[in-house]
Every structure is written in C-alpha cells, then in structure tokens.
C-alpha cells in the first residue's frame, strides 16, 4: 500500500526555505557589524548612497545588505529607500549600553563556518569536530594560532557578563555567606557586583592564569580589592579551599567528564554545608529555547560539551559527592541557577 505524499503548505514551504537560508542571514549580519553599519548610522535615516563612502562600501550592493538584514527587524527601510535603526540594530554599535556586537561576532566568527558542515559527523559519533579541522583542542588553537577570534570570544564573554551581572546577583540568595569564589569568573563582572552590593562579602576572582591577568582594576586596587583575591588556576584540578558559596556562571558546559572534575573539585575545597551554584542555561524552561539548543549543538563542535538538563546536572551532582537542590530561574535572562551543598 502506498499512502499520498502529503502536499506541503506554503507556509510549511516558506519557513523551511528560510531555515535552509539562514547561514546567509548570519553572513548578512556578520557583514554589517565588520563593515561598521551600526556605527556609522546615527539617528537620522540615511541611504546608502550616504553611508557607502564612510565606511567603503559599494552603494548598489550596501541597500542589498541593508535591505535583508531589515526583514529581520535589523535596520528599517524607510520612504526614499533610507534607512534607519531599530532596536536590534542599536545593540550592535560600539558604543551601546549592553551591547551585543561581539556576542553576533563570536556566533559567526569564520571557524564556525567550516565547523558547521560536519555535525551530522558529530551526531553520529557524539564528538567534537574542532581538533580535526584545526589539529588541536579548541583553546589551544585560540591561544596559539587564532589571536583575533580569542579576542573576540574574550570580549563576547565580557559583553555576556555585562549583560547578566545584575540580575543574577539579585538572583542569588547570599544568606549566611561570608566568602564567594566566582570560578571562571573572566575578568570579575560579577564578584565586582557582588562585592559592590554586599558590605562584608569576600571575594575571589579564580580563572586561568592568563585570564585573571586581566582582572577589573577596581578588583585590583582600591576599596572592592581589599575584600577580593584573585587567583590563577584550572578548576578542573583544584579550586580555593573552605569558601561558603561556589559559583559557576556559564562554565560546566564541556564534556561530562571535565564537568565532573570541576564539581569534584568543588565538593574537595568545601567545608561540609558549603553551597555551589551554577548559573547555566538549562534546557528546561528556556525561555531562548532555539538560542539554547543551537548552543548546545556549537557546544559539541567545539568542546564536545553541552547544554544541561536539570536531570543531567542532578546526576552530576551525585556522582561528585554533592547534594543536588534543584533550580529556579534568574528573572530577565535565559538563565537558571542551579543549587547543591557540600
């Protein structure tokens, strides 16, 4: 028996066209951030016949650009084929309060074009895809032979911190905490919060070596430094001993293995009752659920890592000696955060 072939809704047609596209719509955006779009375009609409010569560009083929990135909501075209900005488009200027720019950088930076053609290999041996393009794990090869993208990821966590400090400080329940180590902390954004609202905190900045070294001066001199040490290391072998609360904010996402080190490592340091929390985008309840599971996927291209279930990260919890709570949202962000003691 053979059953009809359904016939599909242009709808059904139309959405999957532009699934298929969307590789162009990153490049589209890539293109406007590199060339200096966003930044050239001020308040008033211009064409871009205007903004062509300002940040050299071909006219004809800038209102092309410009054009389909405003399907998107990014730049608007107006009467007389000007343009002008929209939300979308102010978050990728320089000089924009919570900007996004090198977030949208890092997302399309050029070794992401040649990673993703190869998930489908990903998904049939659920490994990493990175060390066989490049010859060597991913942070070695931004380390040593890609200095522009480790700027750029550099600076993409930096805006990503900027973004979420506060709100995850107003998420977490410091009650009875004397002592945080912010591990992976990069530069400090958020035990700099944290330090900032909480009087009789003590704090410690702990991240690789190289990544402390560029520490937020306000947690290297000045009043925030009295109450804050900072220390180079690689949660993965050791973390800071006998601290009340132990906090990862977008960490543990390698592979199982490396996650479970960096908790065993937690739960070695704390005194029994000592609290970890990670703040992580969870599966469960994202509310960014088709950012979350394509971060998933880029996770597994270039660390074989993942995005958590509350499930997966409660089994880790276990097996490296914690006792597992549960999780609750931070109020604003895409982000949970998930509880356990020692």
């Known amino acids: ?67 389909a990135l405003g399907t998107h909501g990014v ?16 978050l990728l200027r320089e000089d924009a309060p919570g900007g996004m720019r090198f977030i949208v950088l890092w997302a399309t930076a050029p070794w992401t074009w040649q990673a993703w053609p190869l998930l489908a290999d990903a998904v049939r041996t659920g490994e990493r895809v990175f060390d066989t393009l490049f010859g060597k794990q991913f942070f070695a090869h931004l380390a040593e032979d890609d200095p522009e993208a480790a700027e750029t990821f550099d600076r993409a966590m930096t805006q990503s911190s900027r973004i979420t400090s506060a709100p995850v400080a107003d998420a977490l329940d410091l009650t009875g905490v004397a002592s945080v180590v912010d591990i992976g902390g990069g530069q400090g954004h958020l ?7 909480h009087e009789g905190l003590r704090g410690t900045l702990f991240d690789l070596p190289g990544v402390v070294a560029g520490a937020l001066p306000e947690l290297r001199e000045g009043p925030l430094a009295e109450r804050c040490e900072i220390i180079g290391g690689d949660c993965r072998e050791s973390v800071p001993k006998d601290r009340d609360l132990y906090l990862c ?3 543990l996402e390698w592979d199982d293995e490396s996650s479970l080190a960096a908790l065993r490592a937690m739960a070695a340091a704390g005194r029994p009752g000592s609290r970890v929390a990670l703040v992580q985008n969870l599966v469960e309840d994202s ?32 097996r490296a000696g914690l006792t597992y709570h549960g999780y609750r949202p931070v109020p604003g962000t895409s982000l949970h955060v998930v509880e356990g003691t020692v």
């Open 249 to 251: 904010k977008n960490v």
């Open 287 to 318: 509310t960014e659920l088709k950012v979350t599971t394509a971060m998933d996927l880029f996770l597994l291209l270039n660390v074989g890592g993942k995005k958590h279930t509350a499930a997966g990260l409660a089994d880790l919890f276990g």
């Open 191 to 197: 035990v700099h919060t944290l330090l900032e609202r």
């Open 75 to 90: 730049f608007e075209e107006r009467e007389g084929r000007r343009f002008a900005h929209t939300d979308l488009s102010r």
């Open 1 to 67: 028996m053979t059953s009809t072939p359904l016939r599909p809704t242009p709808e059904a047609a139309t959405k999957l066209r532009e699934l298929g596209m969307s590789l162009g719509f990153a490049g589209a955006l890539r293109a406007a951030v590199t060339l200096g779009v966003p930044d050239a375009l001020d308040e008033e609409p211009r064409t871009a016949a205007e903004l062509a010569p300002e940040i050299d560009a071909h006219a004809p083929t800038l209102e092309r650009l410009l054009r």
